[in-house]
Structures are given as C-alpha cells and as structure tokens.
C-alpha cells in the first residue's frame, strides 16, 4: 500500500532546497516531519508551528536526539505564520488533522488552515513546493479538503502546477495536495 506521506515527501526532492534553504512545517505534531525538513536544510531554517505544548516538547526532544540546531519551534497557530517568518521559504509541509494517540478535539479546522496555506503560497520562491496531507475521514476534515481544493483550483495555472492525488477506491482515505510554483 502507497505511503502517502512518503509521497508527499518526494515532492520536497523536486523543490529547489538546498542546503542552506529556510522551509516551513506548519503542524509540527510530534516532530516527524520537522526532522525530515531539518535534515534537508542542515545549514538552513525550519520554521516549525503548533498549537499544542506538548507538540513543542516532543518536537524539541527528537530534534535534541538527533543533533539538531536549525528549527525555530513556534506556540502558535499556522494561519499567524506571516508574523514569524518575514522571509521566502523554499518549501512547507502541512500535516493537517489531529495528532494520533493525542487529544482528537484539538485539530486543524478549515478557516485557518485555509488562511494558512493561502499566506505560505504568497511566501514561496520559485521552483518553490508545498505539500499537504489531508485526513477526511473526519467531519472537519472533510470539509477542510473541500474547501482547500475549491481554493486552489482558482490559482493560475500559468504560476502553479497544483496537484490532488487520492485512493480512487476509498473515499475516506487520506489524500495530498502538492502546489509547484514554477521556476520562471
Ligand atoms: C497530523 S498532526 C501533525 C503530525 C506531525 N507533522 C508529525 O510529524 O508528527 C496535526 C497537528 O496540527 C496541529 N494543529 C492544529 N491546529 C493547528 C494550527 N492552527 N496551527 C498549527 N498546528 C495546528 C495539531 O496540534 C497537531 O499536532
């Protein structure tokens, strides 16, 4: 079975990262994702967002572990980014929904996720890729997808290459999105 975090992921080895690259993961959740981002940009930045101290504390100690130095961690929501990051980024993963074996009341809801990935988009270079993970096999989940792919279909696909990949054969399976700004 596809792994599709893992598909997400293989978007982030087209984006132009390199080395000293700043990128963003705007739902840090234990840390996984902000890891993988930190090893990509070892002399960069990771801006790293989540509501949850717990969040925080998990995603510091796994940074610890590894050795670590370039993650700035943030206690704040993602749609409240512009305010930390006042620089273009190179790349930014959303990981949206609620963090498993975790409190499944605090999740991602859709009008400040929409708001979130509205604001990334405006702070992408060029060459530049965003990924998102959708979970709609809960209520607010399914709306937030909805209303993410309703919005993103509006922008020009002169600039973007956005793009939606889902299990055909089931509906509540979670689904990526990967948004390319091209490179000219
Ligand atoms: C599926 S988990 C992320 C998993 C994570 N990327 C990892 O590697 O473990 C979703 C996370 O989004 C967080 N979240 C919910 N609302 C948020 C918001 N407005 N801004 C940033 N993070 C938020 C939750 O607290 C939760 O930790």
Redesign the pocket.
Request: net charge negative; glycine share 12%; charged share 15%.
């Given at each position: 079975m596809i792994k599709l975090l893992d598909f997400a992921k293989n978007f982030l080895k087209q984006a132009d990262i390199k080395p000293n690259s700043v990128v963003a993961?705007?739902?840090?959740?234990?840390?996984?994702?902000?890891l993988y981002l930190a090893s990509l940009v070892p002399n960069g930045k990771v801006y790293a967002?989540?509501?949850?101290t717990d969040?925080l504390i998990n995603t510091k100690a796994r940074l610890d572990k590894a050795g670590y130095k370039n993650v700035i961690l943030i206690k704040d929501?993602?749609?409240n980014a512009a305010n930390y990051i006042k620089e273009p980024i190179d790349a930014g993963m959303f990981?949206?929904?609620?963090?498993?074996g975790?409190d499944k009341s605090?999740?991602?809801?859709h009008e400040?996720t929409l708001k979130?990935v509205k604001d990334a988009i405006g702070m992408l270079k060029k060459g530049g890729y965003i990924v998102i993970c959708v979970y709609p096999g809960h209520e607010e989940g399914r709306i937030e997808g909805e209303k993410l792919l309703e919005m993103l279909s509006k922008y020009d696909k002169k600039d973007y290459c956005i793009t939606h990949f889902h299990i055909i054969n089931s509906p509540d399976a979670s689904f990526i999105i990967a948004i390319e700004k091209y490179n000219k």
């Open positions: 993961d705007f739902t840090m959740g234990n840390g996984y994702d902000t967002f989540d509501v949850q969040a929501g993602h749609e990981n949206l929904g609620y963090l498993p975790s605090v999740h991602t809801m400040s979130a």
